[in-house]
């Protein structure tokens, strides 16, 4: 079965400073990989997504992450934090019956300070 | 664009409630989801419609109910509410295509005294 693993429950960084989120997948196939944030309060929002070509793919507000099949990997980067950036970041794969959406991992919280 | 509402945004219930909550959508999607977030366990799938009228069970469909009546709706039902029980659940739709973008609701959180 397919699953997702977030290995940072919480990373705190300096506004200005760049910030990496690690996500790795288990899945039997090429998988859909999704990365999604929760502002407090808020359902989830799409950051990005990758199906296939360029492992490097671009999200909104700066946000950017690398696809690596030979690490199943999928990590999330920004260049630059803003406190905005606070929330809870998760990481998800499609599942083996898509019908049924997303798997998610457990998440990250980001905390951004001045 | 489209959005999901969800009501009520908060729920108090007593034990052994019978507690129904509502997911409207106006993007027209054909699959509806219900997952339950409690805090440091992530998401998990309750139950999800492909469709008007269909329904199918999740990870995690002990007590509860769903119903489909119509393509926009999708609601849920917590057939007995467990004491101290506090979580947060989230709709979501989505085209039902292989890429499944899914879109979510605001989210209605239950605290049960």
Redesign the interface.
């Known amino acids: 079965a397919q699953s997702v693993t977030q290995p940072d429950?919480r990373v705190t960084v300096s506004e200005g400073a760049s910030l990496q989120l690690r996500c790795k997948y288990s899945y039997s196939a090429t998988p859909?990989l999704?990365w999604?944030v929760q502002y407090p309060?808020?359902?989830?929002?799409?950051l990005l997504?990758y199906?296939s070509g360029d492992p490097v793919v671009q999200g909104v507000n700066g946000f950017e992450a690398e696809f690596s099949k030979s690490n199943s990997s999928f990590h999330l980067r920004k260049a630059s934090v803003h406190w905005s950036d606070s929330a809870v970041y998760?990481c998800a794969v499609?599942r083996n019956n898509?019908?049924?959406?997303?798997t998610?991992?457990?998440?990250t919280r980001v905390s951004v300070f001045p | 664009g489209g959005i999901?509402t969800q009501t009520p945004k908060f729920l108090i219930g007593q034990e052994g409630q019978k507690l129904t909550l509502k997911c409207q959508q106006n993007f027209n999607h054909d699959?509806m989801?219900w997952y339950r977030q409690d805090s440091?366990?992530?998401?998990r799938?309750i139950y999800?419609s492909?469709t008007e009228n269909d329904l199918?069970k999740?990870d995690l469909s002990e007590g509860y109910d769903a119903s489909r009546e119509k393509k926009s709706s999708f609601s849920l039902t917590v057939t007995s509410a467990q004491k101290n029980e506090m979580a947060v659940f989230?709709c979501?739709s989505?085209t039902?295509q292989?890429?499944?973008?899914?879109?979510?609701?605001?989210?209605t959180r239950l605290s049960v005294l």
């Open positions: 429950a859909y999704f999604y309060r808020q359902g989830l929002q799409l997504k199906y998760f499609s898509y019908a049924q959406g997303l998610f991992g457990l998440g | 999901i699959t989801y440091g366990k992530g998401l799938l999800y492909i199918q999740g989230l979501a989505t039902g292989s890429q499944n973008t899914l879109y979510f609701g605001a989210g």
